[in-house]
């Protein structure tokens, strides 16, 4: 499971994260939404150990992150929304490498590497070197690497940048599956129709601060908008009415 407490960070006088509070069970799909420059990327980044919290402390199944950040890290698969790959390698060693920085047995991390390289339809460019892939292969070999240790935690920041279809229903597949599995996902996206349809729950970050936490049909009550779309419903809990004005003008048809 997730725990955050009291989770804070600022740079200088500006507070990018100001006193988020979470826990998210095993097995929960959450969905962190929020306005660019909300504190989304800065929240992950403190999840996985990549920032140090001014305030507050984040805890991975059990494992404090800033006390025991290798026990905590070990837990959790993170699929970063501009994820550095190494060029130079396959795609076949890119996945041994990373199996290999996590300790695994060499023949469980082998024979999963060719599971994700077989699902992701990467099999046949598995000897290619990773510049030769296009966005969409790295997506998909990306998140092959985050997956490969059987993490129980899962940290993902806008997973289905650059797939096809094709692509986008198998990492929703995968994550479903996951969920049913006892694994904890913690997504961040701007894909509103994907939160709707795969989250159990939701939290609005806006300014460094939770504004709304809890089920599609919760934030419906509090937004009062009990037959909108999660479109809709963020729109009014983030107060960009103008915008959701305009968008509602641009899809009614001219009289």
């Not at 998210?24 to 999840?47: H, R, S």
């Not at 130079?88 to 290999?100: C, N, P, Q, V, W």
């Not at 997956?147 to 929703?172: F, N």
């Not at 989250?199 to 937004?223: M, N, T």
């Amino acid at each position: 499971m997730i725990k955050i407490q009291d989770l804070a960070k600022t740079y200088g006088s500006i507070n990018a994260v100001n006193g988020i509070d979470l826990e998210i069970p095993p097995g929960q799909f959450f969905g962190f939404l929020g306005p660019n420059g909300a504190g989304k990327t800065t929240t992950i980044k403190m999840m996985v150990g990549l920032l140090k919290p001014s305030r507050g402390r984040i805890f991975i199944g059990g494992k404090d992150v800033a006390k025991e950040p290798v026990q905590a890290k070990a837990q959790i698969g993170y699929i970063p929304d501009r994820p550095f790959i190494y060029e130079k390698l396959t795609g076949r060693e890119y996945l041994h490498f990373i199996a290999d920085l996590f300790g695994m047995d060499r023949k469980i991390a082998w024979d999963r590497a060719e599971n994700f390289l077989e699902f992701f339809d990467l099999a046949e460019a598995k000897n290619e070197l990773v510049e030769s892939y296009s966005h969409g292969m790295r997506q998909k070999l990306v998140i092959s690497g985050a997956l490969i240790h059987d993490p129980k935690i899962v940290v993902v920041d806008e997973p289905m940048v650059g797939l096809d279809p094709k692509g986008a229903r198998q990492v929703k597949q995968l994550f479903l599956d996951l969920c049913r599995k006892g694994v904890s996902i913690f997504m961040s996206t701007h894909s509103l129709g994907i939160a709707e349809a795969m989250c159990e729950r939701i939290g609005i970050i806006q300014k460094g601060k939770i504004i709304a936490l809890g089920s599609v049909e919760d934030l419906r009550r509090l937004a009062q908008k009990h037959d909108a779309d999660l479109e809709d419903i963020f729109l009014e809990l983030t107060g960009d009415t103008d915008l959701q004005t305009l968008v509602h003008s641009l899809q009614t048809p001219a009289q």
